[in-house]
């Protein structure tokens, strides 16, 4: 249950780091601010699998779009693996907790 949670933890922190730096790119938030700078390349860093996903003309627009897919997918996967890690978790005590006959 712990590693399941954790899994569901880093998974929102990850998604919380993409949207916080799509909404300073919407914001049009001083790119050579450091903490600016820091927050949006680690948003590029995890979304990178997901580049040009979505084709649409506008900067803001195409980096929304795709970032916000990828921050999407790392919420239900996170949440994915933690509930089928719960549910082995809890499966397994059930059945070591069980007398055999």
Do not use: C
């Not at 590029?44 to 990828?70: I, M, R, T």
């Not at 549910?87 to 397994?92: D, N």
């Amino acid at each position: 249950m712990v590693v399941a949670r954790l899994i569901r933890a880093l998974a929102g922190a990850v998604a919380a780091v993409i949207v916080i730096a799509i909404i300073l790119t919407l914001l049009s938030a001083n790119p050579h601010n450091v903490i600016v700078s820091d927050i949006h390349d680690a948003g590029q860093w995890l979304v990178g699998p997901f580049k040009n996903v979505f084709s649409v003309s506008g900067a803001k627009l195409h980096e929304a779009l795709n970032w916000g897919l990828a921050a999407v997918v790392y919420l239900i996967v996170g949440n994915l693996l933690a509930s089928l890690l719960a549910r082995s978790t809890a499966g397994s005590r059930y059945s070591q907790a069980r007398p055999v006959a």
